[in-house]
């Protein structure tokens, strides 16, 4: 049983739509993050949310921690092709990292 | 600065051999940790090391181990390989253990075929 839920698994979308890839648990982090990993390359690190309600942006990309500290979302506005990828989150939990299975965004020009 | 360094990047291995994975962390990171990613299983925590101790440890069989050296580098090792076992290792490295949002920094893994 993963303890983070990722949605959607994969996702495949015209260049300039916006689209919301979210992450559920029943558990309360301390932390969570967001990576974005490329084939053949490891995941890189987007951005960390520490506080409940906490909303971080990064150019055309929205982060938001839910205010229990159990959820979060990744909103990205007017999708590039560059956007393309895997997208995870990973949230702390007992001094571990433990992350969603991952969503898969493919953004077709 | 120099990244995480992992060798080997590609190898082929057959049942019951074993393999030990090489992982050289960013220069002044303490903290290095093993991920197991597979498209089934998605990233799996293997085990956590700091100062050449042992921190934390996933729910991974015996067969899997690693150790850390003097100069935080740091090897895993999985014994009697078997076909389940192929996938794509992952170190990562920071400067402190893990909490309060500390930042760790991926190498570009070291993929294990078992044939």
């Known amino acids: 049983t993963q303890l983070l839920e990722q949605s959607p698994q994969f996702l495949s979308i015209q260049e300039g739509e916006n689209l919301t890839v979210y992450c559920n648990s029943s558990?309360?982090?301390?932390?969570l993050q967001w990576y974005r990993q490329e084939p053949g390359e490891g995941p890189v690190l987007l951005v960390t949310v520490v506080t409940g309600g906490e909303v971080k942006k990064l150019k055309r990309l929205t982060f938001q921690f839910g205010d229990a500290r159990k959820d979060s979302s990744l909103h990205i506005t007017a999708a590039q092709p560059g956007d393309t990828g895997l997208y995870l989150c990973?949230?702390?939990?007992?001094?571990?990292?433990?992350f969603g299975a991952g969503t898969i965004l493919r953004v077709k020009s | 600065k120099a990244g995480v360094t992992q060798t080997p990047r590609y190898l082929i291995k057959t049942r019951g051999q074993q393999v030990t994975l090489s992982c050289s962390p960013i220069?002044?990171?303490?903290?290095v940790s093993w991920y197991q990613q597979t498209p089934g299983q998605g990233l799996q925590f293997l085990f956590e090391?700091?100062?050449?101790?042992?921190?934390n440890k996933g729910n991974f069989p015996g067969r899997f181990s690693g150790r850390q050296f003097s100069n935080s580098r740091s090897e895993m090792n999985v014994s009697t390989l078997e076909l389940g076992d192929s996938a794509l290792y992952l170190c990562?490295?920071?400067?402190?253990?893990?909490?309060?949002?500390?930042?760790?920094?991926f190498g570009e893994g070291s993929w294990l075929t078992v044939v």
């Open positions: 558990s309360v982090f301390s932390s």
């Open positions: 990562a490295s920071s400067l402190r253990l893990r909490g309060g949002g500390n930042t760790i920094y």
């Open positions: 090391y700091f100062s050449e101790t042992q921190r």
């Open positions: 220069s002044g990171h303490r903290s």
């Open positions: 990973a949230g702390e939990y007992g001094n571990k990292l433990v």
